[in-house]
């Protein structure tokens, strides 16, 4: 997978040619923005909050191996097993091998971005194991085949009726998109059926607790539960930036996740899972595994981007970002997408492959504003700019025209002379204000481009009109030229 | 004039220079109108920003070095523009991380460095006299000038002082598409936003939309209909003072 720049430019005009998908992103995140604020704002300090969690995270990636060592010493204490997994691979094939064991054919799995980015599905698939989405919205764009529109809701991009035709065609029967109860019955009937068969239950984890070797799942539909405590064996994949030392730094995480993403003081299932169903426990797994995932995180410990490790994946920078709401979630090829997208998929997935995203951003900085952890989303976007030019990632006619107009405004006479050159090249096509270059010539498209004044303010200045009605002196240092 | 009236350093910007000169003009004199003597470095070009934004820091070092160099003697500069102004306070500090001399410079030229709507209001305490208009207009706070520099209640003081009437659109700090080299090399995302944008500050019934930045102001001159005026705050603050 690649995404230059012209991919997403091409993937985010699609989505802005289509009304209906315009208006269910708009009436997504709308939804979300609001509710997020509304949250906050019930909080005693807010900003206190999440200048208390930006610390809490920074000093926790600055101790990291430590914390994920505290974790795997009490999780393996409360019996479940901690894998590590160096890459997507790794953990597929950890994975695929407990399935193997266990003689496992049907997996039941319940939202987790990180199954996402490391195509587990696929190799589930491939190792003869089929995987069943169990959040609503995984399991429509499972069906559809399609990734993931947003982080946390991933299907915001199918309308009812669409939802209606895949369920239709799921069941045989000829379900109306109107008949919103028919729609969900036909999703739990056929959703529990897959539960009670399934051989394995697979999670995510939307954060660890080292102190008690806890993984802490997030979720809105009781799904999870279902596919952690009803199947025999639980595994659960989580990336090792999502840990929290104790109990009390998780209530800060959790007092932000909610209230960040869909503006819930508390989503409706906040689940600890620690270690398999002990004696006497009515039910629960009897085997219980956590794959602790790197897969590049590790590596950007330390440096310029760690600060990216510090995202809960909340999606508020999503459903705020001006960009994401015209592009839409697939422009950015990526189960990642909005702003920590464009800065998280060249890190973990390659710089060189991903070199659009870095540039889909005007660096508003709206993200910022809404970012529990306070990440600076704008200036890794700038830093990973500068690692591109660094690297000559850009073309090199765009590595020339950037070098040689620098260079021209480095020297007032030749910024001066190349005004006026482009003054003259542009005449014929300057009009009221505007140049207006054949349409196809356009590089702003229908937008229209600004036109060169006739005169300069400096030969305005020059001029001494400006004198009348004040008598200023000119700066009688020479330019330094 | 006595000889102690207050001086000033116009940072014109590059945009405003070449493309929208009678934003400077309209600069120059409501800095004369409160009361300062204006200098215009005639050395002066960009700020940097387009390169730095693109990841050329090395070329945005060399602006930087120029225009601290530049603007050394003066005591204060003032720029018409809220990008531009947070290039200068905010990142040309960051650009010097690694060179101490130099970062100390850069830290110099951004603590005498104002954008003009906070300059007038914030350093010079000066407000235009109500002309009694009632003319309504509405604000686009530019991204850096609110984000980076925390600056949107001093535009909006000096046009209600001035006369005008100021209507808020719905997501008055909305980006308006522009991001400097984004307008060209994802045009499509951009006029949507643009677009979008504009819809906004239509549906606010105001016939004019003001900002301060120059970058913004030509982004939503290029797409904006019939009905609407975009205006640099300068110029329509120099307008009612004329009117
Ligand atoms: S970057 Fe911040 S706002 Fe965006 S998903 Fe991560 S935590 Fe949430």
């Known amino acids: ?481 | 004039m006595t000889p102690t009236t207050p001086r000033v350093a116009l940072f014109v910007t590059c945009v405003v220079d070449q493309a929208l000169p009678e934003v400077g003009v309209a600069t120059v004199r409501l800095l004369r109108r409160a009361g300062y003597q204006v200098d215009f470095p005639q050395g002066q070009t960009c700020c940097g920003q387009p390169f730095f934004n693109s990841g050329f820091r090395a070329e945005a070092r060399t602006l930087a070095r120029r225009m601290i160099e530049l603007f050394e003697p003066y005591e204060t500069v003032v720029a018409p523009g809220g990008s531009c102004t947070a290039m200068v306070r905010v990142e040309f500090p960051h650009l010097f991380e690694d060179e101490p001399a130099w970062r100390a410079r850069a830290e110099a030229l951004a603590a005498k460095t104002y954008e003009l709507s906070e300059f007038l209001v914030q350093v010079a305490g000066w407000q235009p006299e109500a002309s009694a208009t009632g003319l309504r207009v509405t604000y686009h706070d530019s991204c850096h000038m609110k984000r980076l520099l925390h600056l949107g209640q001093e535009p909006r003081r000096l046009l209600a002082a001035a006369g005008a009437q100021v209507v808020e659109m719905e997501e008055s700090d909305r980006c308006c598409g522009f991001g400097g080299l984004f307008s060209i090399r994802m045009p499509e995302v951009s006029n949507a936003m643009t677009a979008e944008k504009l819809r906004q500050a239509e549906a606010s019934g105001a016939p004019l939309l003001v900002t301060c930045d120059p970058g913004c102001l030509t982004q939503m001159r290029g797409l904006v209909g019939e009905g609407v005026r975009v205006e640099h705050l300068a110029v329509v603050l120099e307008e009612m003072g004329d009117g």
């Open chain 1, 1 to 481: 997978m690649t995404v230059t720049t012209l991919e997403f430019r091409q993937a985010a005009a699609a989505a802005i040619a289509d009304p209906r998908l315009q208006g269910a992103l708009e009436g997504a995140t709308g939804k979300f923005r609001s509710a997020r604020s509304a949250a906050l704002a019930e909080l005693p300090d807010a900003d206190a909050l999440r200048d208390h969690f930006k610390a809490l995270r920074s000093a926790t990636l600055a101790r990291l191996a430590e914390h994920l060592e505290t974790f795997e010493r009490n999780a393996a204490a409360a019996g479940a097993q901690v894998h590590w997994a160096a890459d997507g691979a790794a953990a597929c094939r950890i994975v695929t091998e407990i399935a193997r064991q266990h003689g496992v054919a049907l997996a039941a799995k319940s939202k987790s971005m990180v199954s996402e980015e490391i195509h587990l599905n696929q190799a589930l698939a491939a190792a003869g194991v089929e995987p069943v989405e169990t959040d609503l919205g995984e399991w429509i764009i499972q069906l559809a085949g399609d990734p993931p529109y947003h982080i946390v809701a991933p299907a915001i991009h199918k309308t009812r009726q669409q939802v209606a035709e895949l369920f239709s065609e799921l069941t045989g029967e000829s379900l109306p998109a109107d008949d919103i109860p028919r729609l969900t019955a036909v999703a739990r009937r056929l959703l529990r059926e897959k539960f009670l068969a399934a051989g394995l239950g697979i999670s995510g984890g939307n954060l660890l607790v080292a102190e008690t070797g806890s993984v802490v799942l997030v979720t809105n539909e009781g799904n999870g539960r279902m596919v952690t405590s009803l199947p025999p064996v639980h595994v659960a994949v989580v990336g090792i930036e999502k840990v929290a030392p104790t109990w009390d730094d998780a209530a800060a995480w959790l007092a932000l996740l909610a209230r960040s993403a869909t503006g819930q003081p508390l989503s409706i299932y906040t689940t600890a899972i620690t270690g398999p169903a002990r004696l006497g426990d009515p039910d629960g797994p009897a085997e219980v595994h956590v794959i602790l995932l790197d897969n590049g995180r590790s590596a950007l410990l330390g440096g310029t981007f760690e600060e990216a490790l510090q995202c809960i994946r909340c999606s508020a920078c999503l459903n705020i970002c001006p960009v994401y709401r015209e592009a839409g979630g697939h422009a950015y090829g990526s189960p990642y997408s909005g702003p920590i997208g464009a800065v998280i998929t060249p890190l973990l997935f390659g710089l060189e492959e991903y070199a659009g995203l870095p540039h889909a951003s005007t660096l508003c900085g709206a993200c910022l504003d809404v970012c529990p952890a306070r990440i600076d989303l704008p200036r890794l976007l700038l830093a990973l700019r500068a690692e591109e030019v660094r690297r000559g990632l850009l073309p090199a006619s765009e590595r020339l025209a950037e070098r040689a107009v620098a260079w021209g405004m480095a020297h007032q006479r030749l910024y001066q002379l190349g005004a006026e050159v482009g003054r003259l090249a542009a005449k014929p096509f300057t009009h009221d204000g505007y140049t207006d270059l054949p349409p196809r010539l356009n590089p702003a498209q229908e937008r229209r481009l600004p036109g060169l004044a006739p005169r300069s303010f400096r030969e305005i200045w020059r001029s001494g009109e400006l004198d009348e009605t004040w008598p200023t002196p000119f700066d009688s240092r020479p330019p330094p030229c």
